[in-house]
């Protein structure tokens, strides 16, 4: 179609520009496949970044769920006739960059396993609206059996963004607002006793609270 005039004020379309639902469909798959596949590399860095148990199992089980998904997308692929091919996802590819970002901006422990969480959560809610879409169009596509295996894994995607909450508001973020405090706590402290050691760097081998027991806090 390269003969196509572009209206004014409209973006021309590259010339592998997808023409129908089919090919839009297809190009969506390819995304998504890259998405997951990338994220089967992102997933462990960020189980080995949190301290909290729960937030470490809760990401290596999604990390086996994510690998399953990987395959289900190869299936797919099988079904439309095609050859399995990943395309890159530059949203995904950002929200694991972000990801790495708020490692690196966050003290090891309760603060960084919230920021985990939520970036976690960016991602978990990227992949429900790609299979919220794709799961729409095959079914308008009328692939009844393709609409079934990206249900399953939207599902789970929507399991996996639960479960992070229910991480977060059962003991995480209430330990990271104690760290906060903790903080504030130890800078006072070596604000009025070690006046003479000016450094500035705030927190170094000031006593920890002792004891500090995770889950035992009611708080939300
Ligand atoms: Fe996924
Ligand atoms: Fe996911």
Known sequence: MATKKTPAGKTPPK???AEDLKALF????????????ALTKA?????????????????????????TQVQRLEQ???LMGKKAQAKKCDAMDGL????EGIIEETEIGAVRDAGIIGACQKVEHYEIA??????????????????TILEETLAEEKEADV??????????????????????NEEEET???????????SKSAAPKKSGKSGSSKSKK
């Open 15 to 17: 010339s592998q520009a």
């Open 26 to 37: 297809e190009d969506g798959l390819k995304d998504i496949y890259w998405a997951e596949k």
């Open 43 to 67: 997933l462990p860095k960020m189980a080995k970044n949190a301290s909290s148990e729960e937030l470490k199992s809760a990401l290596t089980n999604h990390l086996e769920v994510t690998k």
């Open 76 to 78: 797919v692929f099988e």
């Open 96 to 99: 694991i960059k972000e990801g």
């Open 130 to 147: 790609t299979y919220g879409t794709l799961r729409t169009w095959s079914r308008a596509l009328g692939e009844a059996e393709i609409t």
């Open 163 to 184: 479960t992070l909450t229910i991480v977060a508001e059962s003991a995480v973020n209430a330990d990271a607002l104690e760290a906060d405090e903790e903080e504030e």
């Open 191 to 201: 604000n009025s006793s070690s006046k003479k050691s000016s450094k500035g760097s």
